[in-house]
């Protein structure tokens, strides 16, 4: 079950990253698409739910195996303190001055808080090794989400804002995620399972050979 959640940790992270990253980095020229004239720190409000749901894929796989285990009563009071705890510290940063945009952040702490406690709450309780999300998610992850990140910053950078623009950062680091997750991020099990679900989906298309018999 530890082994399946650890996969479907990773699988999560590297599917939600795929809109992600392209999204956060041409948020600005998505919404003015959409909106026509953004209002102030609507961006960086954006900007802050995704870090803070790319945080809370990591563990996706791992509460799924907390509750299966069940006996969660106080795992659960944990994680809802910790969402609690937004409120009075977007509060503090409001009242000490920080940016709106930077009071957010207080998501992102809490989501991080929420991530290690799972992560020591199945240590404690079903005797996984921390360094085992550390080498089976964390740093998996990592290798594709860097490579990632500075293409589509190179591009970012480079040209003009534009749909051109956009579209290429969508399929740069698209291209660049799956590559990179492919080659050193999955082992040989995994590309064979990935392989499989694609061969599946192409025999129902229609017009293929099995999905016309």
Request: aromatic share 12%.
């Amino acid at each position: 079950m530890i082994t399946l959640s650890l996969r479907t940790s990773k699988f999560i992270m590297l599917l939600a990253f795929l809109w992600m990253l392209p999204l956060y980095i041409e948020l600005d020229y998505i919404l003015t698409l959409w909106l026509k004239t953004v209002p102030v720190h609507v961006t960086g409000f954006c900007r802050v739910i995704l870090v803070t749901y790319a945080v809370n894929t990591l563990i996706m796989g791992y509460s799924a195996a907390v509750g299966a285990y069940g006996k969660v009563g106080s795992y659960q009071s944990v994680q809802g303190t910790l969402l609690v705890l937004t409120f009075p510290l977007t509060w503090l940063a409001f009242k000490l001055g920080a940016p709106p945009e930077y009071a957010l952040l207080s998501l992102v702490a809490m989501a991080v808080c929420g991530d290690l406690y799972c992560v020591f709450w199945v240590k404690k309780k079903m005797n996984v090794p921390v360094s085992r999300w550390i080498k089976d998610v964390l740093l998996k992850c990592l290798i594709f989400v860097i490579p990632s990140t500075l293409v589509g910053s190179v591009v970012y950078i480079g040209l003009e804002s534009s749909f051109w623009r956009t579209l290429l950062v969508f399929c740069l680091t698209g291209v660049s995620t799956l590559s990179v997750a492919w080659c050193l991020a999955m082992d040989q099990e995994e590309r064979r399972f990935c392989l499989d679900k694609i061969h599946g989906i192409l025999k129902r298309l229609p017009g293929s050979k099995n999905g016309e018999s």
